[in-house]
């Protein structure tokens, strides 16, 4: 690659395997990880962190089974500035054809004060675990998480020592979202122009959207001489999310007369793993979502549908088709066959097996029965309720809800528990308290209910139900969703999904939570 090319060129850095994640409630099973990162790598993704190896078993797994598999992009770990976490990150990454560790340490005052170090204090270990890291690894990327509230001055000296001790990647991170788009690239430009050895290595920068700047503050990095942009898809992350990858992508094709860089990212595939990672997170797409959002290529004003019929370049600055959608709609309904099903469900991201495929659409013949006519939407919707093991030792056997303006609401449940039937009936505070109730009654715990939503997927009376759910116990938090054409039929199942996940957590033991310091890089 020519220097020329080097300048042009904009890595991206997907660490929706990690810092997505690490959001309350998205974590991804063993399984859900390897498709994510299977996508990720064949949409052209350049380098993947794949998980934080020292947080669990699982996490090591997965980081592991990814590197393995892994065809084209760099598959990176992340590790504490610790040697330990580095021998792990290593063991995990060590057989991808393109290992990287990175490994990270806070530097501001806030950060420094946690591990109690001097200044000097943290300077050495910077040295002597980068140090560390390259002797196991030539790809080494090295982070001072909450760089933008780091001293400039102590900022420079710990990058210079982090380079001087091989670092082949420096990322400066935003962990908390506090910069604003001239200081982000101020702070890249003052690095590359005052840091010995500045133009032997990439600069990256990694953007929290705490102040809904995240993507801004990226590409202004960008423009000052960062070389890799950190995104996760949908922007998934801790808090208010990252820098989204479609945001960044998008922005520098469309965009290209001000900002000539590239990225080989193929973004047809977009859509598709956007509405996936969605789908394994439980965090769904809100409706007004740039690029990937139901409604970022949808115009109801009377004035934007008759430009739109004259020429679309007048509301719309770029095309379906650019990020996956297909102007083809296939009208999917209870006369469709398993073919069809299938071809639309790929067009929406989901690779079904034969098994899988007849399973779903025994349920999908069971909602065309009671819908007109089923939507993207809807499919997606269906196919967020979970179909892995993890359902298998709770499962609604049948429901009976009487609700109304007199009396109490009461429910009658039967539920499958280890294979073993038991039914109960119980009161509550209407339909859906009623058979939470005696989802209770019927497996005891003490979760509590942190989150309840309902959504219409699509309009009409016979529209279906989506439900999430998010509940708590002992610092372990689960998700669980359905939809239905009946919102208490699908409360329940969402309800049951979550605790299914629960059930297999208190097996596993541990938590949620990471149980260690520097949870977060950026």
């Known amino acids: 690659m020519t220097d020329k090319q080097k300048q042009d060129r904009v890595l991206i850095f997907d660490t929706t395997l990690r810092d997505g994640e690490q959001s309350p409630g998205a974590t991804m099973t063993h399984a859900e990880k390897l498709e994510i990162a299977g996508l990720l790598d064949e949409m052209g993704v350049d380098i993947i962190e794949a998980g934080f190896p020292i947080a669990s078993e ?7 089974e990814i590197a393995k598999n892994s065809k084209n992009s760099t598959i990176c770990g992340l590790a504490r500035a610790q040697f330990g976490d580095i021998d792990r990150c290593w063991d995990a ?42 002797n196991l690894c030539e790809n080494v990327q090295w982070s001072p998480m909450d760089a933008t509230r780091t001293e400039l001055d102590y900022l420079h000296r710990v990058v210079e020592i982090a380079i001087k001790a091989g670092a082949t990647t420096i990322n400066i991170p935003d962990t908390v979202g506090y910069t604003a788009p001239r200081e982000s690239a101020d702070l890249i430009r003052k690095l590359i122009e005052n840091v010995t050895g500045a133009d032997e290595i990439v600069f990256a920068t990694h953007c929290h959207n705490d102040l809904g700047m995240a993507t801004a503050n990226s590409l202004a ?8 942009i950190e995104c996760t898809i949908n ?10 990858l479609e945001e960044v992508v998008m922005a520098l094709r469309v965009r290209n007369d001000i900002m000539p860089y590239q990225t080989g990212i193929d973004a047809t595939k977009i859509m598709n793993i956007s509405r996936r990672v969605a789908s394994v997170s439980g965090f769904a797409v809100q409706y007004n979502k740039a690029i990937v959002g139901k409604n970022a290529f949808a115009h109801e004003s009377g004035i934007h549908q008759d430009g739109m019929l004259k020429n679309a370049e007048t509301f719309e600055i770029m095309r379906p088709e650019d990020v996956g959608l297909s102007e ?18 790929e067009d929406l991201g989901f ?4 098994n899988q495929l007849k399973d779903v659409f025994v349920r999908f013949k069971e ?12 499919l997606i919707a269906l196919m967020r309720t979970s179909t892995d093991p993890e359902e298998d030792r709770v499962r609604l056997i049948s429901m009976h809800v009487v609700c109304g303006t007199e009396g109490p609401n009461q429910a009658r449940m039967t539920l499958s528990t280890d294979g073993v039937e038991q039914t109960t009936e119980q009161t509550g505070d209407g339909p859906v308290d009623a058979a939470f109730n005696c989802v209770k009654a019927l497996v005891p715990h003490e979760a509590r209910l942190q989150l309840y939503q309902v959504h219409a997927v699509t309009e009409g009376t016979d529209a279906q139900a989506t439900v999430s759910v998010r509940m708590e116990e002992d610092g372990r938090i689960v998700t669980g969703q359905s939809a239905d054409t009946d919102t208490v039929v699908a409360s329940t199942r969402a309800y049951i999904h979550a605790l299914n996940r629960l059930l297999v957590r208190r097996e596993k033991g541990g938590t949620d939570k990471r149980e260690i310091n520097y949870k977060d890089v950026g």
Do not use: C, W
Not at 221 to 228: D, H, I, K, L, P
Not at 237 to 244: D, L
């Open 235 to 244: 922007g998934l992350g801790e808090r208010a999310g990252n820098t989204a």
């Open 351 to 354: 690779e079904l097996g034969d």
């Open 58 to 64: 699982g996490d090591f797994a997965a980081v592991s």
């Open 328 to 345: 083809t709609n296939i009208v999917m309904g209870k006369h469709s066959g398993r073919a069809a099903l299938r071809s639309k469900l």
């Open 93 to 134: 990454i060590k057989h991808a054809r393109k290992p990287r560790i990175h490994t990270f340490i806070g530097t501001s005052p806030l950060h420094r004060a946690i591990p109690n170090l001097t200044m000097d204090e943290m300077a050495e270990r910077i040295h002597d675990t980068v140090t560390h890291a390259r």
């Open 221 to 228: 990095a960008v423009e000052a001489g960062a070389r890799q």
């Open 367 to 378: 909602l065309a029965d009671r819908k007109k006519e089923i939507y993207e939407d809807d």
